[in-house]
């Protein structure tokens, strides 16, 4: 495409082209291809640099929207069918042992269940699949890790029967142990609950979540769109990045916002009950890092190569994409 030709399309869409940028597209027709794609698709600028085109986009590559429009008996049934037998794909995977409940007989010892919870009252859950449903004591020792289940997830339990039957292991999907490490040549301050509006007045500032004090920010060096929903999963370069707001499972489990998504991620889902007026919230990408607001202290975690951030205004983060380095920074 010659010069004059790509001056008058960027300018039709309201922008200006310096001399290097110009000549790098010149030079490059997929070059100018991805501009003319990011700005149309509607990220804003006002002069294209060359530095502007060197960029890694910022795009969305998972929602998590509401299921619009009547939804039937058979809808539920197909969809809660569905999310079993998925996990249940996934979960036999780790296991041994494993029977349905209607084959535990008096002689069985050792032995594995997939189920689906109905009730947990913090010494003992109920329990039920294809087959029945049972009653299942805990161990002690998992105190810390039960009190996180929720009616109707779908858990693996690695299983003994003495007296009864007791639950000796609790088995999400989890995450794999040996990710590589995503990277990319870019870096991004995450801030929320920002008072008056946007901190910044630039192209590379965004938003997610509710236009209310429980916003969040997330200011980058590269462009992207203005607003993204909550929750969402954008790419930048290689990283992964899910935003989450967390507040429901944060007052259901009385932890901090990191630790709740901490628990959704080994869980692989972002909502594990049954929610009508949800679309499929699992997650089949593993995000390389997991972004959320707090009211409380921001704080960092890091879990097999997923690095979950909380952070606040105006002390927030500050994350390099490409060392997965982390910093704690004042914005005041």
Request: glycine share 4%; with cysteine; aromatic share 6%.
């Amino acid at each position: 495409m010659e010069k004059q030709e790509l001056i008058r399309k960027f300018l039709s869409l309201g922008c200006m082209v310096d001399q290097d940028a110009l000549q790098a597209m010149v030079d490059n027709p997929s070059v100018a291809d991805r501009a003319l794609q990011m700005i149309t698709s509607g990220q804003k600028v006002q002069t294209i640099t060359l530095q502007w085109l060197n960029h890694q986009p910022v795009t969305i590559i998972q929602t998590f929207n509401k299921i619009n429009g009547s939804i039937t008996p058979d809808d539920v049934i197909r969809s809660v069918q569905k999310r079993y037998d998925s996990m249940r794909e996934t979960l036999s995977k780790q296991m041994q042992n494993m029977l349905s409940i209607n084959k535990i007989s008096p002689k069985t010892r050792n032995f594995s269940l997939i189920s689906m919870i109905k009730e947990n009252n913090g010494n003992s859950i109920l329990v039920e699949d294809d087959t029945g449903e049972a009653r299942l004591s805990l161990k002690k020792e998992l105190s810390d890790k039960s009190k996180f289940l929720v009616e109707d997830e779908v858990v693996g339990l690695e299983c003994e029967q003495a007296e009864g039957i007791v639950v000796g292991n609790i088995v999400w999907p989890d995450i794999p142990l040996g990710r590589i490490v995503a990277k990319a040549d870019s870096s991004c301050i995450f801030a929320a609950n920002v008072p008056d509006g946007k901190p910044f007045d630039s192209e590379y500032v965004f938003s997610f979540g509710n236009p209310t004090n429980s916003k969040a920010f997330f200011i980058t060096n590269t462009p992207a769109v203005n607003t993204f929903p909550d929750p969402c999963m954008v790419r930048i370069g290689d990283v992964k990045i899910l935003f989450l707001s967390c507040t429901e499972y944060t007052k259901t489990w009385d932890v901090a916002p990191e630790v709740a998504c901490l628990n959704l991620l080994k869980k692989r889902s972002l909502d594990p009950r049954i929610n009508l007026a949800s679309a499929d919230m699992s997650l089949s990408d593993i995000p390389d890092l997991i972004v959320c607001p707090t009211s409380g202290e921001p704080a960092v975690l890091n879990y097999k190569g997923t690095t979950i951030i909380s952070t606040s205004y105006p002390v927030c983060w500050s994350a390099n994409l490409k060392t997965r380095e982390t910093f704690k920074i004042s914005m005041a």
